[in-house]
């Protein structure tokens, strides 16, 4: 398996070049999938479905809002699968196909770059290297001439940045598996436990006026300065109640908050009667997002002069995804990765992602493992090592050996 990995690696980076190319943001995914979806379908042994998708999953109550104005009718997700023979155990993969903007002097960010082995461009490892790792697995596997009993199937999906709506509508349609590997960049370890997050929007009523009018007016600018620091304050609350987890406990700031966007006023001597904050908020698996968003609530209640005077909403709610380390499943992975040399580390991944919806909802045991490393994703710097992609490729090849039997 490992001489046809690595020969099959040239076009896997050919495909990956390629999948860059589309800049495939949150709601423009269509021609990327429809790239995704030919050269999956040249796969032997591979039968690719499109799981469409209708604008019937914004009624959903796990949908999620942070970008405005994107509809799903015509729009598809895509069910990869490779049939086992009957009797195994299924394999299910996930790897998302949107991509964060260009970041700030990000130059020709979808026009990939390959320089020692290393391919840059937006998406490179976040997550299009990881459908390209997917897609030289289908491909090794069948040139191998390998048969397992049990299925192994991959949804390659739309909209993971803004909330994982992709994964969220195959969810809903049902999917059984023994066992799913999120792929996404986890620098060599094996991420059991997934922390959670609720993206939050914050509208502050104040009363507007001139600059000489002391007293006569409300800043809903300054509200929203005094609810950061009710915000900071009960996050740094969060942060101490939840620490006691092994495997969130060696880092600083596991579950930070973040003040991503402010929009208030239109001239400097006027108090601005309308002020709007967006950020987001990290919670470890002690906490669901039902008490987060409640205690935010609570929070700024607490405030006589915010009281009656905001409106919170939350765009994006995600529960943490926990796996024992000691389950049949990521032990599974481990064994494989010894199998090729490697000793893998168990560890968190401190950031959201789609595992819940599969773990938490659907029961399937749920980890995260995948090439690259994520200190360069959302970057102008993001890239991925091939190697990387190939070793990953030869972990999953073992597993699916071994766990699909």
């Not at 949908?63 to 405005?68: A, F, G, K, L, R």
């Not at 405030?303 to 380390?325: A, E, Q």
């Amino acid at each position: 398996m490992k001489d046809i990995v690595a020969k099959l690696l040239p076009d896997a980076e050919r495909f990956l070049c390629d999948l860059i190319r589309f800049p495939s943001t949150p709601g423009q995914e269509h021609e990327a999938m429809l790239f995704a979806e030919k050269e999956f379908k040249k796969i032997g042994g591979v039968t690719v479905e499109r799981v469409m998708m209708s604008d019937a999953i914004k009624n959903d109550p796990d949908y999620s809002t942070p970008v405005e104005g994107i509809n799903y009718d015509g729009r598809f997700n895509l069910r990869v699968t490779r049939k086992g023979t009957g009797g195994g155990k299924k394999l299910l993969l996930n790897a998302h196909m949107d991509v964060v903007p260009a970041s700030e002097g990000h130059i020709d960010a979808f026009n990939p770059q390959v320089k020692d082995g290393i391919v840059f461009g937006r998406g490179a490892c976040d997550d299009k290297g990881h459908i390209a790792t997917a897609y030289l697995l289908f491909k090794a596997l069948e040139a191998a001439g390998i048969k397992t009993a049990g299925d192994l199937t991959a949804h390659i999906v739309n909209e993971e940045e803004n909330g994982g709506n992709g994964t969220l509508a195959m969810a809903r349609t049902g999917e059984t598996a023994d066992g799913c590997v999120v792929l996404e960049s986890s620098d060599g370890k094996l991420f059991t436990s997934i922390r959670g997050a609720v993206w939050f929007k914050i509208i502050f009523h104040g009363k507007a006026g001139h600059s000489g009018q002391a007293g006569m007016t409300k800043s809903a600018l300054l509200m929203a300065r005094d609810a950061i620091a009710i915000l900071e304050k009960y996050h740094a609350d969060l942060l101490a109640a939840s620490r006691g987890n092994p495997l969130f406990d060696p880092f600083p700031n596991p579950m930070p908050i973040t003040f991503g966007k402010m929009i208030a006023g239109n001239w400097p001597a006027s108090a601005p009667s309308l002020a709007q904050m967006e950020g987001v908020l990290g919670l470890l698996p002690n906490t669901t997002k039902e008490q987060v968003m409640a205690g935010m609530q609570e929070a700024l209640n607490t405030d006589p002069s915010l009281k009656g005077n905001f409106d919170l909403t939350f765009m994006y709610r995600h529960d943490s995804s926990v796996v024992d380390p000691s389950h049949a499943f990521p032990q599974a992975i481990l064994a494989a990765a010894k199998k090729n040399g490697l000793t893998m580390e168990v560890s968190a991944m401190t950031a959201s992602c789609d595992a819940w919806l599969y773990n938490n909802q659907l029961k399937i045991p749920t980890v995260v493992y995948g090439p690259g490393t994520l200190k360069v994703a959302h970057s102008k710097d993001e890239q991925i090592a091939m190697k990387d992609i190939q070793t990953a490729t030869e972990v999953l090849g073992t597993l699916v050996v071994d766990f699909c039997k």
